[in-house]
């Protein structure tokens, strides 16, 4: 089985920074893809940020120039450093991953952390 474990949420003022981590556990053999969604109440799930295995990052437009996606490879881990926060940044952040196992090392399905809340609030 597979885990995804996050955290460093929490209750920021506007204009502070939070850092994300989300680590992967279990039975891996490789990730592809990992990436950080979010969830605002009455809202649909959104792409927050994505990275590949080699590096190559994607943003949301409402994230760009203030978010940072990261990874570590050998701790198996993605990081979200989130700068300048503002209210509309509320949301539960979820991480996903898209992993293989060693029993199957050429296919690869999404995994989901628990999620983690951000409060941006004065």
């Known amino acids: 089985q597979v885990q995804l474990v996050e955290s460093g949420g929490g209750l920021v003022q506007p204009g502070d920074s939070l850092r994300l981590s989300c680590a992967a556990s279990?039975?891996?053999?490789?990730?592809?893809?990992m990436a950080w969604y979010r969830q605002a109440p009455g809202k649909q799930r959104e792409l927050v940020a994505d990275?590949?295995?080699?590096?190559?990052?994607n943003y949301a437009d409402s994230v760009k120039g203030r978010f940072t996606i990261s990874r570590d490879n050998a701790k198996n881990t993605v990081y979200l450093q989130m700068n300048s926060l503002r209210p509309e940044d509320t949301a539960v952040y979820y991480c996903?991953?898209?992993?293989?196992?060693?029993?199957?090392?050429?296919?690869?399905?999404?995994?989901w952390g628990q999620g983690t809340q951000v409060t941006v609030s004065s």
């Open positions: 996903n991953a898209r992993i293989s196992s060693p029993q199957a090392p050429l296919s690869y399905y999404d995994y």
């Open positions: 279990g039975s891996i053999f490789s990730i592809a893809a």
């Open positions: 990275i590949t295995r080699g590096g190559t990052t």
